[in-house]
């Protein structure tokens, strides 16, 4: 494919594409999205990682919340989105754009990709067929840091569908997330999968990936929540962290 630029967030998978495309000696730029739908750590993260590896950023500003579809919570939030985003992106780049999709997620309800797919963004995880755990064994063996990295996807996904977005109620998650994330690192619990949700206007749960055999650890964290202004707060074990809320429309595919 040559040279290309990458939509770039800074999660496990587009920093492995980036350092497989330095690693092959392949131009690659990096594009990287702030806005209210993402957490200010995570772009800070993203931009360390960038500096430390050698490789240039382009920083965009883009507010997807005045999007009607985002700004109704539609189940369509997401396809929107990326549209916007990416319609950005390839409108100021050069050569082909891609992302950091995997095999993974293809076999998930990603409305997203729809839109990605009627753009032409590339794939090319996926398109080698590199799932989720692929990714990491191959971070690990080619000094990749933190080859376990959790996913923090987009703010929005905490939110079920039908609750109107703002910056301050994503801006007030992110800062909740930080707060768990501290704690649990804290304890020893490093880049330990989790997600901090509302279920409908007051109440909020916090989703663990893993099972946390310490109950003072879990009383400790609720009682964060509960001093960061989060109120009814519930924990809960999950399976499966990503896509909580499309599991109604588990019949459908992208």
């Known amino acids: 494919m040559g040279p290309f630029t990458l939509a770039y967030s800074g999660g496990i998978d587009s920093r492995f594409l980036a350092h497989a495309a330095r690693l092959a000696a392949v131009p690659v730029n990096l594009v990287h999205v ?19 590896a050698g490789l240039s950023v382009r920083v965009r500003r883009l ?31 050069e050569g082909p754009v ?8 293809a076999v998930q309800f990603r409305p997203g990709r729809r839109a990605l797919l009627e753009l032409g963004v ?14 990491r ?15 923090r996807a987009c703010l929005l996904t905490r939110l079920p569908y039908g609750r109107r977005p703002d910056a301050r109620l ?27 949700r509302f279920c409908d206007t007051n109440r909020c749960e916090l989703h ?4 946390i055999h ?18 009814c707060i519930s924990v809960r074990l999950m399976r499966d962290l990503s896509g909580f809320f499309d599991r109604t429309n588990a019949g459908l595919e992208t």
């Open 34 to 52: 702030r806005g209210p739908h993402v957490a200010s750590a995570e772009s800070e993260y993203a931009l360390v990682w960038a500096e430390a």
């Open 98 to 105: 891609c992302d950091g999709s995997n095999a993974s997620d």
């Open 208 to 211: 663990l990936g893993r099972e």
């Open 137 to 151: 064994a191959l971070a690990r063996r080619t000094g990749l840091s933190r080859p376990d990295q959790q996913a």
């Open 170 to 196: 994503l801006a007030h998650l992110a800062e909740g997330e930080r707060v768990v994330e501290e704690m649990l690192m804290a304890g020893g619990f490093e880049d330990f999968p989790f997600r901090l």
């Open 122 to 135: 590339r794939s090319p995880l996926a398109e080698a067929g590199l799932t989720k755990d692929m990714i």
């Open 63 to 93: 507010d997807p919340l005045s999007l009607p579809e985002v700004a109704a919570g539609s189940t369509e939030r997401c396809y929107a989105c990326k549209r916007f985003l990416f319609g950005h992106i390839l409108a100021a780049s």
């Open 214 to 231: 310490s109950s003072s650890m879990l009383n400790e964290l609720e009682h964060a929540l509960l001093e960061a202004g989060f109120s």
